[in-house]
């Protein structure tokens, strides 16, 4: 049996995984469903390959059956995660994936009780996405346990892949996330903007529907979380604009024009970029000594004036796509050993906070725990 499938084998990220996972020495599967593609990456890699759509349940049970764990790298997540599951449920194989879709994290935590039964682990968001925001929280959840609101973000350099843009551009009708008491709730996109040191000193950021509004939720217990990343400063007023503009940006002939212009002029960061970028995250965890107004959180972030503790975090970490390859392989490799819990599971949940500290080239730092009156 194989240690791991990779599906979406031949997309940008894919094949970053597949080679980290090749040369750590894993048994990899590569698959998708465009035959040429997968054919060429075998034979490139030396592996076995696997030719399927998702919608041919014989075909996938088939491969899953031959395979330890699945890495799904083939977006959108919001229509692969389902039935990918689906399949790893029916033969018993572990379950990853690189989302940073907060849908696709909700759906899969109501399958935990079918994936202990099945004796299965169902572990998204592998890569840069959720690892290392997820991992702070937790290690910030340690610091100040009694914490009742979390804030996450993140500053990236480099580009994006062909696959990060196309889910981008699906998402432009749909406005921005935070979780509130405990319940994710949509904000128009560019509400909610604060200053943040992610480690070079102040930036500009905006709150965004990012995964962690869901993960870090189920790693925590915190109910009131945002993430927010580094903006130039007409983002958060063309953000606004696209919040208008959400009926028209989301209509099916606006996002084939821009999947087009996407598959045409989107490559991905190239390997410099990989090897010598860097990823800035910072996190706050707070324990507020009264309530705050719902305009203030909305105008004011986390204010720093209000009552109470506040602890604060920082991750300094590789450019985004090799960190996610690191994560993903680094991840993968556990679970084939059995180290992972069953059930749904985060990627701080299933190996705690200083999972990311075993990455190379990842260091955190943490500021004294401050107490205002």
């Keep these: 049996m194989a240690d791991l499938l990779v599906y979406g ?39 076995e390959e696997r030719v399927f759509a998702l919608d041919e349940p014989r075909l996938l049970d088939l491969a899953l059956e031959e395979v330890e764990a699945v890495c ?7 229509e692969t995660a389902e039935p990918m599951v689906e399949g790893c449920l029916r033969t018993g194989t572990h379950y ?42 937790a290690h910030l959840a340690e610091r100040l346990p009694d914490a009742d609101r979390l804030a996450l973000g993140f500053e990236a350099s480099g580009g994006i892949s062909p696959g990060t843009a196309k889910t981008a551009v699906r998402g432009l009708g749909g406005g921005g ?18 200053r943040i040191d992610f480690g070079r000193g102040e930036r500009a950021a905006m709150a965004v529907p990012w995964g962690d509004v869901s993960t870090a939720y189920y790693t925590t217990g915190i109910g009131d979380i945002a993430v927010y990343t580094a903006v130039p400063s007409w983002a958060q007023r063309a953000a ?12 099916g002939p606006v996002q084939s024009l821009l999947e087009s212009l996407i598959d045409a002029r989107v490559d991905g ?31 004011q972030g986390e204010a720093e004036t209000d009552d ?10 590789p450019e985004t796509y090799r960190l996610t390859k690191l994560t993903a392989v680094e991840i993968a490799e556990r679970v084939v050993a059995g180290d992972a819990p069953t059930g749904f599971r985060t990627p701080a949940g299933a190996f705690g906070p200083d999972l990311i500290l075993d990455i190379e080239g990842v260091e955190r730092t943490d500021e004294p725990v401050e107490t205002r009156a």
């Design 269 to 299: 960061p190239d390997e410099r970029t990989r090897r010598e970028g860097e990823s800035y995250v910072w996190g706050e965890a707070r324990r507020l000594d009264g309530p705050r107004s719902e305009r203030q959180d909305r105008e």
């Design 240 to 251: 606004r604009i696209g919040g208008l503009l959400g009926p028209i940006a989301g209509s």
């Design 72 to 78: 799904n790298c083939a977006g959108p997540f919001t």
């Design 9 to 47: 084998s031949y997309g940008y990220t894919g094949r970053l995984i597949v080679e980290e996972a090749t040369d750590r020495g894993l048994d990899v599967v590569v698959a998708g469903r465009d035959r040429n593609a997968v054919e060429n990456q075998a034979i490139r890699q030396g592996c």
């Design 96 to 137: 990853l994936d690189i989302t940073g879709e907060i849908e696709v994290f909700e759906r899969l935590a109501a399958e935990d009780e079918r994936a202990e039964d099945a004796g299965i682990t169902i572990l998204p968001g592998t890569g840069f996405d959720v690892v290392p925001t997820d991992c702070l929280a």
């Design 177 to 194: 996330a935070v979780r509130r008491n405990g319940r994710i709730e949509s904000v128009p996109m560019g509400e909610g903007t604060r």
């Design 308 to 317: 109470g503790e506040r602890a604060v975090s920082r991750l300094v970490a």
